[in-house]
């Protein structure tokens, strides 16, 4: 079920298009999503959208639209909530937690560039070569050839070229190594999601994906928000080092007996 179209425009029209609606104006753009508890005066809604398992309270909507909201996108979903409601949504859901997640925006692009340096590949005793690791755009076809991806990163690539999301991959020497792709593309902002293969950890690939998609996305005037939950500090300390600073937050509710990974 899609939301109205004249629906989801008022609703865009009142919530600006900045990092803290990122995942909430999203999905009203796509039209690929719901709208459940809506009132008009003071406004308050969830969007949800089920594909994705998220949902995204705005104001107080009622108590009992929370609690079925958070039946629909099921355990591992994604429920958002603000500063300003945060304490309703607790109550509403008295046996949930929030998790504060900072949002940030590239504000140094030098940091990013410095940080995704020409790679050197030595040739033979006391001498190397540089070589600039190929970045490429991932299609439907070249998706189905890839290997040694788990069944939820591979899903989750499909669902997003789907969208018509662009998806770029690293790669070393012809393997796979490493994934960024735009999650919830706005009007000007988008969503870094990036996942980088087990063997290929802490080695700069993620990096070098996303300053790849960064380029690309900036030829739209699109500009990167990257989301990182206070408990995930390797998340934090890269976007700090790819020149990423904290905006804004906003809070992920956790169900009860959650484990923080």
Not at 134 to 146: D, K
Not at 153 to 177: I, M, N, S, Y
Not at 234 to 246: D, M, N, Q, V
Request: proline share 7%; hydrophobic share 45%; with cysteine.
């Amino acid at each position: 079920m899609t939301v109205d179209g004249s629906l989801a425009k008022r609703l865009l029209e009142a919530l600006p298009d900045v990092p803290r609606w990122l995942e909430t104006r999203a999905p009203l753009l796509s039209g690929d999503c719901e709208v459940l508890g809506f009132v008009e005066a003071p406004l308050a809604f969830v969007v949800v959208d089920r594909p994705l398992r998220l949902a995204s309270i705005v104001g107080e909507p009622e108590a009992e639209v929370i609690r079925e909201v958070v039946e629909q996108v099921g355990e591992g979903g994604d429920v958002l909530a603000q500063e300003d409601n945060r304490e309703y949504v607790e109550r509403a859901l008295p046996s949930w937690s929030a998790e504060t997640a900072h949002l940030h925006l590239l504000a140094d692009e030098s940091a990013l560039r410095k940080a995704v340096p020409e790679s050197e590949v030595p040739i033979h005793p006391g001498r190397v070569v540089l070589f600039r690791p190929e970045v490429r755009v991932v299609t439907h076809a070249s998706l189905a050839r890839a290997e040694g991806l788990s069944a939820e990163l591979r899903e989750d690539l499909e669902r997003a070229l789907l969208r018509w999301v662009v998806v770029a991959a690293h790669t070393e020497f012809g393997q796979l190594a490493s994934f960024c792709y735009a999650a919830w593309p706005t009007e000007t902002l988008w969503d870094v999601a990036i996942e980088t293969m087990e063997p290929y950890r802490r080695q700069g690939h993620g990096a070098r994906a996303v300053k790849f998609l960064v380029d690309h996305m900036w030829e739209q005037r699109k500009r990167p928000v990257w989301g990182a939950l206070e408990s995930n500090a390797a998340s934090l300390a890269l976007a700090k080092r790819l020149g990423f600073r904290p905006v804004d937050t906003l809070f992920v509710m956790h169900p009860p007996g959650y484990a923080r990974g």
